[in-house]
């Protein structure tokens, strides 16, 4: 059973720029959640898709964006990049109305906005 | 956003000691989750908790779902090495897209 894949692991981009995230879902899981975590912060919630819709959003900007593809996989899209867009995004897949706590985390991608 | 009162913020303890820490809401949750976060990791699910005043175990971790369903509490006995890292509590929503409203977290450091 493979867990969550999240690419590129790091990311450096300069302010004004567009940045895209991907992440794989878990085998056997439908749903993928995103969230930022800023340094020294716990995870904040941004959106969720579910059969290739959003299905949820957090308190983000509509410059935050997302995909989900047929196979379940997930990018989220940022564009206009502001520094404060610098941080830890994770990426969670799930089985939708599968156990509560189902929820399993990717590595996340580490961005940098200069 | 909002994000769930955790305390201590960080905490440094010797090998063998042990540990509490708590996190509370303004909101009730009917789910509490408590995650631990190694660094360039994402956050690992030690414990899920259901049903308030609900104390459960996961080897030398209890976590129990304070019966205002606005409070959880976390304890790890006889601390090790490998305890060292960041905890998160999380509340879930009961409904929808379930998603996760996380805590400030508690970072653990162990002295030698």
């Known amino acids: 059973e493979t867990g969550v894949t999240q690419s590129p692991t790091h990311l450096i981009k300069t302010r004004g720029q567009q940045v895209t995230l991907r992440c794989s879902s878990q085998?056997?899981?439908?749903?993928v959640s995103w969230y930022q975590q800023a340094l020294g912060q716990g995870p904040q919630f941004i959106f969720q898709y579910y059969r290739e819709e959003e299905n949820g959003r957090g308190n983000f900007p509509p410059r935050f964006s997302g995909l989900q593809f047929p196979n379940y996989s997930s990018e989220l899209n940022v564009n206009a990049l502001e520094l404060d867009d610098s941080a830890l995004y994770l990426c969670?897949?799930?089985?939708?109305?599968?156990?509560?706590?189902?929820?399993?985390f990717g590595s996340g991608t580490r961005l940098t906005v200069v | 956003g909002q994000q769930l009162n955790q305390s201590p913020q960080s905490m440094f303890i010797q090998e063998g000691e042990d540990v509490s820490m708590n996190c509370t809401s303004s909101?009730?949750?009917?789910?509490w989750l408590w995650y631990k976060q190694d660094p360039g990791e994402g956050p690992v699910l030690l414990i899920a908790l259901y049903k308030a005043g609900e104390l459960t175990s996961n080897g030398r971790l209890t976590a129990q779902f304070g019966i205002t369903r606005k409070d959880s509490f976390l304890n790890i006995s006889a601390s090790i090495p490998s305890d060292v890292g960041i905890y998160f509590c999380?509340?879930?929503?009961?409904?929808?897209?379930?998603?996760?409203?996380f805590g400030t977290g508690t970072r653990l450091t162990i002295i030698p």
């Open positions: 909101s009730i949750f009917n789910t």
């Open positions: 969670a897949s799930s089985l939708y109305g599968g156990p509560r706590h189902g929820y399993t």
């Open positions: 999380a509340g879930q929503d009961p409904f929808g897209n379930e998603k996760l409203t």
């Open positions: 085998s056997g899981h439908n749903t």
